[in-house]
């Protein structure tokens, strides 16, 4: 979509490389050298992303010809720096990754229970409060671990990572 989008607007030039990666775990790439010389475009790409360690991200380079051909050595020195000026001038956005962590616990619980919140500085985003009582909060990926502890060190209290 965004390719064919700035295919469009740069129709007349002769290249539109480009270089991908998405997920955490970054094991979902691509390059692509879009009739340049092999790995002369798409991967040194492809490497300004791994070397500023960014996922969900696509850097497309359009290339006209000028006249000058620049030999691979160059491709690759002309690639990689407007994939490294491109990062260098967008705006990198940072998300933290979270998950829904359910927790249940009986009314007397309830004490133990929010000075957890308080402590972790945690919101609740649903709750239920009975007899039973039932909370789910939004816990980052990396405190999962203390927090779901913390909960479980409480009486009578069961903790869930919900998917």
């Given at each position: 979509m965004f390719l064919e989008q700035i295919r469009k607007e740069h129709h007349s030039a002769r290249h539109h490389s480009y270089a991908w990666r998405l997920d955490l775990d970054k094991k979902r790439f691509r390059a692509n050298d879009d009739g340049e010389p092999s790995n002369s475009a798409g991967k040194p790409i492809l490497?300004?992303?791994?070397?500023f360690d960014l996922t969900n991200v696509l850097i497309i380079v359009v290339r006209y010809f000028g006249g000058t051909k620049l030999g691979v050595g160059g491709l690759i020195d002309a690639y990689r720096t407007a994939a490294k000026f491109a990062i260098e001038e967008g705006k990198i956005i940072e998300r933290q990754v979270t998950r829904f962590v359910q927790?249940?616990?009986?009314?007397?619980?309830?004490g133990g229970v929010m000075k957890i919140l308080k402590d972790f500085q945690l919101e609740m985003h649903s709750n239920k409060f009975e007899i039973e009582c039932e909370l789910v909060v939004e816990v980052r990926l990396d405190a999962i671990s203390p927090i779901t502890s913390a909960f479980e060190d409480v009486d009578h209290v069961t903790v869930k990572l919900l998917p």
């Open positions: 490497g300004q992303i791994q070397s927790v249940k616990f009986p009314y007397p619980s309830m």
